[in-house]
């Protein structure tokens, strides 16, 4: 998803995880109505939140220990996502023994393990540097087909968009000067399948392999369609 600052993309995030009333119509997950329901969609916030005197395996327990699981079951179950992911390493870690982009992933991991098949982030990417962006892109798409996640982001990135994206959804609005919020146009980006993309993200060729999809004429025509409804 995809708009200028202020054109209510957190607004409608808050929506669907049940954070907000809407004025009207209603949210519906697998038929069932979950309007003003929180806890049915994972949500990742733009800051990772971690708690500094939790070691990482704690951080990713902890929504599980919220929800009434045993300690020993929760960090069971943490150990075995940060496995999943990769981080297994980092388990018995301090949050600021970590780069921001291991805090993000961190951060996802226990999103994830909420249990929800849909997630919603919001601009997740935005305070690390372009390289470490890069790398995140590439390991959150395996991970989305790794954990078998349809996944809402936020982002400013058109590029981002263009290069993550199964289906771009591009708003407008400004609800704070009385503009609905809409959608303008919904784009497909043609040219690498969802699959491809998730594959990119494995192995040592992880960035050529980006690189060469974000040179490609399908990317190019895709982010001047995205750029031309942003006005």
């Known amino acids: 998803m995809v708009g200028r600052s202020g054109c209510g993309k957190t607004t409608l995030l808050h929506a669907l995880a049940g954070l907000l009333q809407p004025q009207e119509g209603k949210v519906l997950l697998h038929g069932s109505d979950v309007t003003g329901h929180p806890g049915h969609i994972g949500y990742m916030l733009q800051k990772d939140l971690l708690i500094p005197s939790k070691r990482i395996i704690d951080n990713v327990a902890l929504p599980l220990e919220l929800k009434g699981v045993s300690r020993s079951e929760a960090r069971a ?3 075995e996502m940060l496995e999943r992911g990769g981080l297994e390493r980092v388990a018995q870690s301090w949050p600021h023994e970590l780069s921001g982009g291991m805090r993000q992933r961190v951060a996802f991991l226990r999103t994830a393990l909420i249990g929800s098949d849909i997630m919603l982030l919001d601009e997740p990417f935005s305070a690390l540097d372009a390289l470490t962006r890069r790398e995140m892109r590439a390991w959150l798409m395996s991970s989305v087909k790794e954990f078998g996640l ?3 982001v936020i982002t400013h990135d058109v590029d981002e968009a263009v290069a993550m994206a199964s289906r771009i959804y591009v708003m407008a609005g400004s609800p704070a000067q009385g503009v609905v919020t809409k959608i303008v ?10 699959a491809e993309k998730a594959d990119s993200g494995k192995g040592a060729g992880q960035a050529t392999d980006l690189a060469s999809f974000d040179l490609s004429a399908a990317f190019l025509a895709a982010k001047r369609e995205v ?4 006005g």
């Open 185 to 194: 146009g919904v784009i497909e980006p043609q040219g690498c399948t969802d």
């Open 150 to 152: 349809s996944v809402l």
């Open 227 to 230: 750029l031309s409804l942003l």
């Open 77 to 79: 179950r943490a150990q």
